[in-house]
């Protein structure tokens, strides 16, 4: 069975770091597009990073210059560095991973930045 598996969220300060890890399975993981989503209770879910099977990369406009989204294709993981985290960072944090029909998401890790 295709499984996707996120870790690495937690309690953190405002100012501090996080990195995300997503490790999938049972997928020929180099030819998926991975991403990170993130969501609050009550909201939409967000588009936070994107990662092609090229290497290319986006980001929403809030994260820009504090995240960085990266793969290693050998290990079958998707990597979130997470620096300057801030109050309004606070979500559930989900992985996803899309190749023409297929579309697969993990269950997500809850990351809290308060003081």
């Known amino acids: 069975q295709v499984q996707l598996v996120e870790s690495g969220g937690g309690l953190v300060q405002p100012g501090g770091s996080l990195r995300l890890s997503c490790a999938a399975s049972?997928?020929?993981?180099?030819?998926?597009?991975m991403h990170w989503y993130r969501q609050v209770p009550g909201q939409q879910r967000e588009l936070v990073a994107t990662i092609t099977s090229t290497q290319s990369t986006n980001y929403a406009d809030s994260v820009k210059g504090r995240f960085t989204i990266s793969r290693d294709n050998a290990k079958n993981t998707v990597y979130l560095q997470m620096n300057v985290l801030k109050p309004e960072d606070t979500a559930v944090y989900y992985c996803?991973?899309?190749?023409?029909?297929?579309?697969?998401w993990g269950k997500g890790t809850l990351v809290t930045v308060s003081s």
């Open positions: 996803n991973a899309r190749f023409y029909r297929s579309d697969y």
């Open positions: 049972e997928i020929t993981f180099n030819i998926y597009t």
